[in-house]
């Protein structure tokens, strides 16, 4: 990216956001926009309109969002649906207002259906049902992406969509029930070598499979879509490789430390069973993750030391 470019980070704070911020500084782009949801609610639209029109970025990127792993999304499907509509709903229009050039709209991996088939391709998307635990978020994820090919299709602006798969990395949220999987794994385990705790709860049967992706590698990728994708299909963005979150679990420990036992606790949702994005499209267009989990997960827990705990 042209170091002048303005690239407007909406949520440059949170786990994704300032990941696309780090990359950002590190590849020499010094006209970096952000604001925090106190210095700008992206839900008051009339506030969004302004800052756009001051700002006029040229390219946005949105990482903004109500975001969390299966309990809140599970219990909170009112505010996971109308906050993330609201948020991209007046993000998008402002952009357009103002025709900002390029935007890059960031999904999940939760829009495809429940049982798609795996790995799953991005024409996956509308084929089923979908997962009831995040189906609120989900709905408002596959309008986000709905509205990009609506601005590229009425008014040609070169907006595009990346799916992310199941996300980690510094600036996590590592709440003992709001968090996703592996930030809370890391605290659990964390906190019960530190009190010789005999065992470990895991949510659920621990069956079920997910893929991880260390943040900067999705900050890379996102970097690389801006520069080398320009269509309206999303774009999924993950390593290809998933393990069950019994074999999560059990990596969280080896690399915390913690030598005591593991059990379930089986009144928690399973969520979907399997979740493998394929990122074939993403591979076609020249690149890969280089960020093993293991590695990963050791990087990650030694910020978590550092910061959090
Ligand atoms: N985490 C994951 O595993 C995955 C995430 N994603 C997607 O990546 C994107 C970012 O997620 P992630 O970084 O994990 O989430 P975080 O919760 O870490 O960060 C969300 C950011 O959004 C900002 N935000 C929330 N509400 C508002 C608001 N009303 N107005 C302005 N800003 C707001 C927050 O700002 P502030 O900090 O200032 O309050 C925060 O910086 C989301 O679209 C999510 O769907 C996709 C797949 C997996
Ligand atoms: C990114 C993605 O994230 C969410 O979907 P999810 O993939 O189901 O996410 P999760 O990380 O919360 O759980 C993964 C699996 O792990 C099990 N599990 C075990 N123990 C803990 C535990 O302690 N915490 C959590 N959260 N899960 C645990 C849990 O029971 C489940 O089987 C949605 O918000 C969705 O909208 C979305 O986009």
Redesign the pocket.
């Known amino acids: 990216m042209n170091p002048e470019t303005r690239v407007y980070v909406a949520g440059h704070r949170g786990l994704v956001g300032s990941a696309i911020w780090r990359r950002l500084q590190a590849e020499g782009v010094t006209q970096l926009i952000g604001a925090s949801s106190k210095e700008l609610d992206l839900r008051d639209r009339d506030a969004t309109f302004a800052f756009l029109a001051e700002h006029r970025p040229d390219v946005v990127i949105d990482a903004a969002a109500r975001?969390?792993?299966?309990?809140?999304?599970r219990d909170h499907p009112t505010e996971?649906l109308s906050d993330n509509l609201r948020i991209q709903v007046n993000l998008m229009d402002a952009a357009l207002e103002v025709r900002t050039p390029r935007l890059l709209f960031l999904g999940?991996?939760?829009i495809y259906p429940k049982y798609a088939e795996q790995p799953i391709r991005e024409s996956s998307l509308l084929a089923g049902e979908l997962?009831p635990?995040?189906d609120a978020?989900?709905i408002a994820?596959i309008a986000g992406i709905m509205q990009v090919q609506a601005v590229r299709r009425q008014y040609g602006l070169r907006w595009i969509s990346a799916m992310?798969?199941?996300?980690y990395g510094p600036n996590d949220n590592f709440d003992?029930?709001?968090?996703?999987?592996?930030p809370?794994?890391i605290r659990?385990f964390h906190e019960a070598k530190v009190n010789a705790a005999e065992e470990v709860?895991?949510?659920?049967?621990?069956t079920?499979r997910?893929e991880f992706l260390h943040v900067d590698d999705l900050a890379a990728a996102c970097l690389h879509l801006l520069a080398h994708y320009d269509a309206p299909e999303p774009v999924n963005v993950g390593v290809g490789d998933d393990v069950t979150?019994r074999a999560?679990?059990e990596l969280v420990a080896r690399v915390v430390g913690y030598t005591g036992a593991l059990s379930n606790?089986l009144s928690?949702?399973?969520?979907?069973p399997r979740?493998l994005l394929d990122v074939s499209r993403l591979t076609a267009l020249g690149w890969k993750p280089s960020i093993g989990l293991e590695e990963g997960v050791a990087a990650t827990y030694a910020w978590y030391q550092e910061h959090v705990s």
């Open positions: 975001v969390g792993g299966i309990l809140a999304n996971f999940s991996s939760c997962e635990t995040n978020y989900a994820k992310p798969t199941n996300l003992p029930t709001s968090s996703h999987v592996l809370a794994l659990r709860v895991l949510w659920g049967s621990g079920p997910r979150i999560l679990a606790d928690k949702p399973d969520g979907t979740k």
